[in-house]
T-cell receptor, first 117, second 109 residues
């Protein structure tokens, strides 16, 4: 199947700094990418839907100024956690779909673990 | 609002025994249901989707709109089936996924 890669897989930062996480579709063009957040022993919570070349659509309760999403190309979406605080520590996962009909399979990245000290 | 419920966090069965992972949903629109699996130290991957009506690795799931359920079943569990299983509901024009809380299946030898 298609491959989605995230980088970095693990990042530790100081409180107040900003952290960028990349999500790349390696062998297909991702028309739509999704960002999720997963707390320990909990489910994946959708944060936002990202379409190439347009603004991301955020889920209710997700601060768009806190979690900046950019989908500048068909193979790359980035999530920037601005002014990170310890409560932002979590596992962030992206997924991508290559078909414009939105019926195709979603492929998931391996996740990025953020720890804010 | 949409919701996916997986009542069992943990489920253990012996090898060769039947297994059923429960999933119930609530959604006002026409539901599209999926099962995703995450093996140890691996990424989430699609196991099956209700519209395909197929059997993958011996697993099947039938959408029951009357009971709003999409339970995952396998008649004879194997040790390699041990993993985390998530039921998910697709919604909206972009088919965003709402996940259940997951069930950790352990198949004992």
């Amino acid at each position: 199947g298609a491959v989605v890669s995230q980088h970095p897989s693990w990042v530790i930062c100081k409180s107040g700094t900003s952290v960028k996480i990349e999500c790349r579709s390696l062998d297909f063009q991702a028309t739509t990418m999704f960002w999720y957040r997963q707390f320990p022993k909990q489910s994946l919570m959708l944060m936002a839907t990202s379409n190439e070349g347009s603004k991301a659509t955020y889920e209710q309760g997700v601060e768009k100024d806190k979690f900046l999403i950019n989908h500048a190309s068909l193979t790359l979406s980035t999530l920037t956690v601005t002014s990170a605080h310890p409560e932002d520590s979590s596992f962030y996962i992206c997924s991508a779909r290559g078909d414009k009909s939105n019926t195709g399979e979603l492929f998931f990245g391996e996740g990025s673990r953020l720890t804010v000290l | 609002a949409q919701r996916v419920t997986q009542p069992e966090k943990l489920l253990s069965v012996f090898k060769g025994a039947p297994v059923e992972l429960k999933c119930n949903y609530s959604y006002s629109g026409s539901p599209e249901l999926f099962w995703y699996v995450q093996y140890s130290r691996q990424r989430l991957q699609l196991l099956l989707r209700h519209i395909s009506r197929e059997s993958i690795k011996g697993f099947t799931a039938d959408l029951n709109k009357g009971e709003t359920s999409f339970h995952l079943k396998k008649p004879f569990a194997q040790e390699e089936d041990s993993a985390m299983y998530y039921c998910a509901l697709g919604r909206g024009s972009a088919r965003q996924l709402t996940f259940g809380s997951g069930t950790q299946l352990t198949v004992l030898p």
